[in-house]
T-cell receptor, first 115, second 113 residues
């Protein structure tokens, strides 16, 4: 069964450094998402992406964040200058149609630790 | 304010027993409600999805109910198995945007042998 994959599974970085989290969505999907989950807290929506542009973003997704689909398969989340509070699990998700009831498929996540 | 509240926060039951998890929401306008299962350190996996007109939806031993009038949903797990140990998350999507989804904090379910 096709699945969303994410790399790396874990990333440790120093505060102020840039990180790029990578996702490979399911191949025929058109809508892509990033979420984060701070340890012990609920999952939070960051951004949605369709047709090579951001369709919606939350208040969390400030100028430090950017997303890109550099080729036909990868979907990346970049954090330009990481802060301690960026430490979280980051989930990528994708789905193939923007219709009611269409399921988003989540990747396994990247655990980011900012020191 | 658009919120999703779940109860209980955590639950421990013996293998083979049934349990029911609750979700109350104040999200408006309502589009759909999903229940996800999230194993520790993994991404959420969809169990059920219900739109406004649906009252109940089953997926194997999982049965979800929705009362759109009272804005309540429940997830009933029958004949629990050790592999059911996970967090169960209620997620509500606002009608205004397919991307505007609001997660509950989840119920941490532990199944004991």
């Amino acid at each position: 069964e096709p699945e969303v994959t994410q790399t790396p599974s874990h990333q440790v970085t120093q505060m102020g450094q840039e990180v790029i989290l990578r996702c490979v969505p399911i191949s025929n999907h058109l809508y892509f998402y990033w979420y984060r989950q701070i340890l012990g807290q609920k999952v939070e929506f960051l951004v949605s992406f369709y047709n090579n542009e951001i369709s919606e973003k939350s208040e969390i997704f400030d100028d430090q964040f950017s997303v890109e689909r550099p080729d036909g398969s990868n979907f990346t989340l970049k954090i330009r200058s990481t802060k301690l509070e960026d430490s979280a699990m980051y989930f990528c998700a994708s789905r193939d149609r923007d219709t009611l009831g269409e399921t988003q498929y989540f990747g396994p996540g990247t655990r980011l630790l900012v020191l | 304010k658009n919120q999703v509240e779940q109860s209980p926060q955590s639950l421990i039951i013996l293998e083979g027993k049934n349990c029911t998890l609750q979700c109350n929401y104040t999200v408006s306008p309502f589009s759909n409600l999903r229940w996800y299962k999230q194993d520790t350190g993994r991404g959420p996996v969809s169990l059920t999805i219900m739109t406004f007109s649906e009252n109940t939806k089953s997926n194997g031993r999982y049965t979800a109910t929705l009362d759109a009038d009272t804005k309540q949903s429940s997830l009933h797990i029958t004949a629990s198995q050790l592999s059911d140990s996970a967090s169960y998350i209620c997620v509500v999507t606002r009608y205004s945007s397919a991307s505007k989804i609001i997660f509950g904090s989840g119920t941490r379910l532990s199944i004991r042998p």
